[in-house]
Structures are given as structure tokens and as C-alpha cells.
């Protein structure tokens, strides 16, 4: 049996006091009429046919699809002249009727209802509330049967009594509703023309009105305010969290995590409290997720363990990696096995090798790191000249930038194996480090212009505060030298201009040491006693 869904979205959402089309307000990252069109595709229906109507521009803008038909509603004149609307382009033997702002309603809901619509017989869902007010009530006669759909404002004290509530939603014979939508009136209290009015048509004609209802009464759950948009975001999010649960993955409190996309999730897995996953997320077995951590299209492989307050975002963690406290992957950052990246870590296009490390205060950005190659604090790799960006590549076992370096390798410079690279050594614009199995101690390989020029300062015993010479601070770029106000470069071959020194303890050293420096004597401190 063919298949037709006209989801109804044009209503203008007032209470809402938002000037965004009450269907795009967001649950769990995804727009209420988004996550109404995601289950009527998982319906395999012939159509879908959005009926729009307040901000129809945007509302086409943000959900624009080869599969949605959008249709114009003018005049917002009831649910009844929405359907009306769409009616020209309905084809398929039964048309489900669904709302653009009921976005929990499950698809196995949908399935149970579509099977009791046929030619002599439509389906109703509704639902059982201790308060259904607000909502239309089920009228049945002494046999149970359905005979009508009384709106709340029309209702009867009698009727308002009655705790069945009507949904809205329904699933219809085609070919019949062409003739009812032309029977409907606006004689009501709102003026309005009531896709409701159908069933009493129905029952009039012979038809069978058969029931259906939702296992969880928030299926059906509507939000006309902010404070109900909240209620579905919690329910959805608690939902999300039992269904993980379910697969093997433990949370440490379900109120306090969030799914804002499509989770994936293997055994074993430990989230802390506090975490968002966006997007498409894969999770593999025994993955552990830190409290604070948020997490948006990124694969996590088997063993990963991402630690607190860490953001990862297009990134790929291979088996046995590890990312943080407070690291920060962005898009295209791939980790490969028992790779590590520690605090205040930022990687950027970048990849690490098998075992790699850049354990605290680093930045790589389009970065190719080896093998068991560790950078040391203060890395980075420049790898942007204000018009061009261009790659760093370090090989397998390249030792190391030591803790507290503050190496920096200049636009596409290269580093090959088994180099080392210590104490603010630098790796110059399209130049190679110093060979397989070389160490460049204190040498300045920074690019100085097109020269290439290399500042070369003899090393000093580590225990001594070493004399440095401002035109050592010359700063590796693609095609230029920076240099700060004061700093001079020396020409190639020659001495540097003579310019008054600065004492830097353990960076790189002149010729000449440093003299004492001045020692200040503190006044004694007074401390109070009880």
C-alpha cells in the first residue's frame, strides 16, 4: 500500500514570543520539523509533503530537500484547510497526517497505526491523560466505538470529562479525502476549519474509526511555549540515555547528558556526567568519556579515553589513544593507536602517529607527527603565512622538543627520523631538519628572509643565565621575517648590530655572559597572629 505524509507546519507558534517559525525551535540539536521529517523517512513513503506557512522562506531554507514537497498556506484558516492544501499533490492510497512541532512521535507508533488504515477503515491515534486539556476529546457511543472529536472550546462540561484526548494525527484512505475536505466547515467556536470534523464524516459513511495509542503519552507531546520545549528536550535526552544503557554503556547520571545527533556505541563504555555528543558519533567497546567533554562527529576507537573538560569535533581516536584534560581536537585531527595528546593540546588537520605525544601546551595544525615522535610544551607548528597555509612533517622517533622549547617549525619544514630538536630550536619556512639521527642544539634554523641565513650561539653550561642578543628573535615565515620593534637581523657572514642585550635564562646564548644580575632585597613580612 502506497504511502503519503503531509506534516502540518505553518503555525505561527506565539507563545513562543520568538520571531523563528515555532517548528524550527530545536530539540536535542535538531529542529522539531526535522526530527518529524527524519521519521517520516524511515516510513519509505511515496511523498512528503510539508505544509508551511509563517516564515515559509526559512523554514524551506533550513530544510530544503530533493524528497520534501513544500506547500503554501496563506491563510492559517485550521488543520482542515492545511490538508486542503496539499490535497492537489496526494497520489498514494493512504495520506498519514503528522505535526511539525510533535517531534518525538516514534516510528514504531507510526507502523502500529498505518496498519489499521484501508479502504473501510481510517486510523485515529490518541492518548490517555489525567488532564487532557487543551486537547479535543473522543466521543464513543455505549459499544465504544468512535463517533466523534469534540474540540476543547466546543466541548461540553459532560465531554470535557473525558480523559481520551485526540492527537491529531491520522492515517487515511485517500481516495475519501478528497470529498471530506470538501464538507468541512468553519461553524465553530474558533472559526476554523477542523481536520477533526473528518471522523464524524467517516462514521456517517460507514467507515471504521480504529484507535491507536502511543506506549509513552510524550509521543504526542506538543510545545506551544518554551517551558514545553524544555519538557520534550529532557524527555528526549533521558530516552536517548536508556537506549545507550540498553547497548552496554554506562552513564554516570542520565540527567546530565546530552545527544544531539546520531550516537553509535559499543560495550563497555563509561560516560561521565556532563557530556554532549553532536552529530554522527561512533563509540567502539571500552571507550571512557571524562565529565565536561563535548564531542561532535567523531569516531572514538576501541580503548579510547578522552579526559575531562576535553571539545573533539571531526576528529578520529585511534585504540589505546588518549586526548586531555582540556584538549582541544579540531576537524580533520587523527590519532592513531596509543597515541597522546595531554593539556591545553590543540590539534588542527593534524595527524599523530602510532604512539606519538604532544603532552601539554602545544599547537599542531596541518601537522604530519611520526611514530613515537614526542613534542614537548610550547610547540607549535606555523603553518599559516595570511594567504597560505602548508604543511609540517616530523618522522617516526624525532626527539624532542624538550619541555619548556618553545620550538616552532616554520611553514612546510620537514623534519626527518630520528632527529632532535632542543631548546628553542626552530625549524625554518621549506626547510629539512638537520638529517636522520642529527641533533640541533641551540641553533637558530628559523628562515631569515630569503638568505636562509643560520644564527648560530654556542651552548652554555644549563645552570647559567645565558646573555641572548635581540637579533636571535627572528621569527620562521613562509616568505618574511617578523621582527618586533627594536629587534635587528644581522646580514649573512656578518656580526649583528650592536644593540643593548636582554638576559633570558637557558634560551640561546652570545658570546658573552650575562653580568650579575642586580639583587633586590624584599622587606621582611609580618605575619598576624591569633
Known amino acids: 500500500m502506497s504511502l503519503d505524509i503531509v506534516i502540518l507546519a505553518a503555525g505561527q507558534g506565539t507563545r513562543m514570543r520568538s520571531a523563528l517559525p515555532k517548528v524550527l525551535h530545536p530539540v536535542a540539536g535538531n529542529s522539531m520539523l526535522g526530527h518529524v521529517i527524519h521519521s517520516a523517512r524511515q516510513l519509505q513513503p511515496q511523498g512528503i509533503h510539508v505544509v508551511i506557512g509563517h516564515g515559509a522562506e526559512l523554514v524551506r531554507e533550513r530544510l530544503a530537500a530533493d524528497d520534501l514537497n513544500f506547500v503554501m498556506q496563506n491563510k492559517q484558516l485550521g488543520t482542515g484547510h492545511a490538508v486542503a492544501q496539499a490535497l492537489p499533490a496526494l497520489t498514494a492510497d493512504t495520506v498519514l497526517v503528522l505535526y511539525g512541532d510533535v517531534p518525538l512521535i516514534e516510528v514504531e507508533t507510526l507502523q502500529r497505526l498505518l496498519a489499521k488504515a484501508n479502504d473501510q477503515q481510517l486510523g485515529l491515534l490518541t492518548v490517555t491523560l489525567d488532564d487532557p486539556t487543551g486537547y479535543g476529546r473522543i466521543v464513543r457511543d455505549q459499544q465504544g466505538n468512535v463517533t466523534a472529536i469534540v474540540e476543547h472550546k466546543d466541548a461540553s462540561e459532560a465531554q470535557k470529562t473525558i480523559n481520551e484526548g485526540n492527537t491529531g494525527i491520522l492515517a487515511l484512505p485517500a481516495a475519501r479525502l478528497a470529498d471530506w475536505m470538501g464538507r468541512l466547515s468553519n461553524n465553530n467556536a474558533q472559526g476554523e476549519y477542523y481536520l477533526t470534523d473528518v471522523i464524524a464524516m467517516a462514521v456517517a459513511d460507514g467507515l ?52 544531539r545527533g546520531e550516537v553509535t556505541v559499543g560495550r563497555d563504555v563509561l560516560i561521565d556526567i556532563n557530556v554532549v555528543l553532536e552529530g554522527k558519533v561512533v563509540i567502539e567497546d571500552d571507550v571512557q568519556i571524562g565529565p565536561n567533554c563535548v564531542i561532535k562527529n567523531t ?21 589505546g589513544s588518549d586526548a586531555g584534560p582540556f584538549a582541544r581536537l579540531r576537524p580533520g585531527s587523527v590519532l592513531d593507536a596509543k597515541a597522546h595528546v595531554g593539556n591545553f593540546v590543540e590539534l588542527k588537520n593534524a595527524h599523530l602517529g602510532e604512539g606519538a605525544k604532544a603532552g601539554h601546551l602545544t599547537y599542531l595544525g596541518d601537522a604530519e607527527i611520526g611514530a613515537r615522535t614526542n613534542i614537548g610544551a610550547g610547540t607549535i607548528t606555523c603553518n599559516y603565512d595570511g594567504a597560505n597555509k602548508f604543511k609540517t612533517v616530523m618522522g617516526e622517533d624525532v626527539h624532542r622538543f624538550e619541555q619548556f622549547a618553545g620550538g616552532a617549525c616554520g611553514n612546510k619544514s620537514r623534519c626527518n627520523d630520528g632527529c632532535r630538536l632542543d631548546h628553542h630550536s626552530g625549524c625554518g619556512s621549506g626547510r629539512p631538519g638537520s638529517g636522520t639521527g642529527a641533533t640541533a642544539q641551540h641553533r637558530g634554523l628559523e628562515a631569515a628572509g630569503e638568505d636562509q641565513e643560520e644564527l648560530i650561539y654556542p651552548q652554555l653550561p644549563p645552570s647559567k643565565p645565558t646573555y641572548v642578543s635581540k637579533s636571535a628573535f627572528l621569527c620562521a615565515m613562509q616568505s618574511d621575517v617578523w621582527s618586533r620593534p627594536g629587534w635587528e637581523r644581522a646580514s649573512p657572514r656578518t656580526p649583528a648590530k650592536p644593540v643593548p642585550d636582554i638576559a633570558v635564562p637557558a634560551l640561546r646564548a652570545s658570546r658573552t655572559a650575562a653580568p650579575p644580575l642586580p639583587q633586590e632585597k624584599l622587606p621582611p613580612v609580618k605575619l598576624r597572629t591569633a
Not at 537506549?243 to 554516570?252: D, I, Y
Not at 572514538?300 to 578520529?316: I, Q
Open 299 to 319: 569516531t572514538l576507537r576501541n580503548g579510547a579515553v578522552v579526559k575531562a573538560n576535553s571539545h573533539l569535533e571531526g576528529a578520529v581516536m585511534g585504540e
Open 208 to 259: 471504521v474509526v480504529a484507535t491507536e495509542q502511543p506506549h509513552d503519552p510524550m509521543e504526542v507531546q506538543g510545545a506551544n511555549d518554551r517551558r514545553q520545549l524544555s519538557e520534550l528536550e529532557r524527555h528526549y535526552q533521558l530516552r536517548e540515555g536508556r537506549r545507550l544503557m540498553a547497548q552496554g554503556v554506562t552513564l554516570r547520571d542520565p540527567a546530565r547528558f546530552d545527544v
